[in-house]
Nanobody, 129 residues
Framework: QVQLVESGGGLVQAGGSLTLSCAAS????????MGWFRQAPGKEREFVAA???????FYTDSVKGRFAISRDNAKKTVSLQMNSLSPDDTAVYYC???????????????????????WGQGTQVTVSS
């Protein structure tokens, strides 16, 4: 079982930035796509961003141009740089790893929660107005 540990959450003012990190413990990290999801109070968990094995990135429309996902296969980490944060970004953010997947993924695949086999415990991001 892959263990995923997120870090980097916290409280930030609107317009500020945060970087979330996720450390994986499994040797097949490089054979999977990695994603970030979030769940705001009273709402369902939603897709935020993902990166496939080739390094291609995918984003939900509301974060395009503000968030950037990256991965380091040697360190088995995935990061989410979040800029221009707004109160609407307040949520618990989860890191997730897919099953072993093709080199090139599709948005449909990485945006679907059922594509992921492992999830982190989540890290709280709170953006104050």
């Amino acid at each position: 079982q892959v263990q995923l540990v997120e870090s980097g959450g916290g409280l930030v003012q609107a317009g500020g930035s945060l970087t979330l990190s996720c450390a994986a413990s499994h040797r097949t990290f490089s054979e999977a796509a990695m994603g970030w999801f979030r769940q705001a109070p009273g709402k369902e968990r939603e897709f935020v961003a993902a990166i496939d094995r080739s390094g291609a990135t995918f984003y939900t429309d509301s974060v395009k141009g503000r968030f950037a996902i990256s991965r380091d296969n040697a360190k088995k980490t995935v990061s989410l740089q979040m800029n221009s944060l707004s109160p609407d970004d307040t949520a618990v953010y989860y890191c997730a790893k897919t099953r072993r997947t093709a080199f090139y993924a599709t948005l449909q695949y990485v945006a679907a929660q059922q594509s992921y086999e492992s999830w982190g415990q989540g890290t709280q991001v709170t953006v104050s107005s």
